[in-house]
């Protein structure tokens, strides 16, 4: 039983480059998010998806995009990356919808230069 | 606004002492609250949660504490050890507004040997 899982682990991008970070949870949870958290700093939600099929923004959604695929997978996408967008990013999953604990994947630290 | 914060940054405790970390929070229709521990390089993992039906839960060797009457969260570590230090931080969800978790900025344990 792995949890949430995150893919890469560790990513550097060139100002204006593509990529996607990858989510899977076999939990069978219906609500995942996205969060990044900078030094210091907690936790900021960017994205939520409350069920498969739907997807709602979070605190800072400019500058991704998400894709609910199945129950299972959740991606985060960065179309045309940016320094501020330098941070460590996380996905998470919960069973019941934001009233109850969420579980996290270990981080992808993405570093823009 | 929403918002959920820390009095204290960083807490230095003598192994063997309690500690406790606060938060405040703003919002008063949040409803459920939950206390995340993360350590260094890894994502936050679930310590224990109570709902503002409550003003107490208990957990091992953890308290919490609600008074929805100040807004203040409480985290009681009882007899503090080496492998307690991380960053703590504390999450509220808003009922009936969505599916997310607002996290604090985060409480630094120290535990001295």
């Known amino acids: 039983n792995a949890g949430v899982t995150q893919t890469p682990k560790f990513q550097v991008l060139k100002t204006g480059q593509s990529m996607t970070l990858q989510c899977a949870q076999d939990?069978?949870?219906?609500?995942m998010y996205w969060y990044r958290q900078d030094p210091g700093m907690g936790l900021r939600l960017i994205y939520y998806?409350?069920?498969?099929?739907?997807?709602d923004k979070g605190e800072v959604p400019n500058g991704y995009n998400v894709s609910r695929l199945n129950k299972r997978e959740f991606s985060l996408r960065l179309e045309s990356a940016a320094p501020s967008q330098t941070s460590v990013y996380f996905c998470?999953?919960?069973?019941?919808?934001?009233?109850?604990?969420?579980?996290f994947g270990q981080g992808t630290r993405l570093t823009v230069v | 606004g929403e918002s959920v914060g820390l009095h204290l940054p960083t807490l230095s405790v003598q192994e063997g002492d309690n500690s406790i970390i606060n938060c405040a929070y703003s919002n008063s229709a949040s409803d459920y609250f939950i206390w995340y521990k993360q350590e260094s390089g890894k994502g936050p993992q679930f310590i224990i949660d109570i709902r503002s039906n409550m003003d107490k839960r208990q957990g091992q060797r953890v308290t919490v504490l609600l008074n929805k009457t100040v807004k203040h969260l409480s985290l009681q570590i009882a007899a503090t050890q080496p492998g307690d230090s991380a960053v703590y931080f504390c999450?509220?969800?808003?009922?009936?507004?969505?599916?997310?978790?607002?996290f604090g900025s985060g409480t630094r344990l120290l535990v001295r040997p």
């Open positions: 998470a999953s919960s069973d019941r919808q934001g009233n109850t604990e969420a579980f």
């Open positions: 998806s409350a069920s498969e099929g739907t997807t």
């Open positions: 939990m069978n949870h219906n609500s």
């Open positions: 999450a509220e969800n808003i009922a009936g507004s969505s599916y997310k978790l607002i």
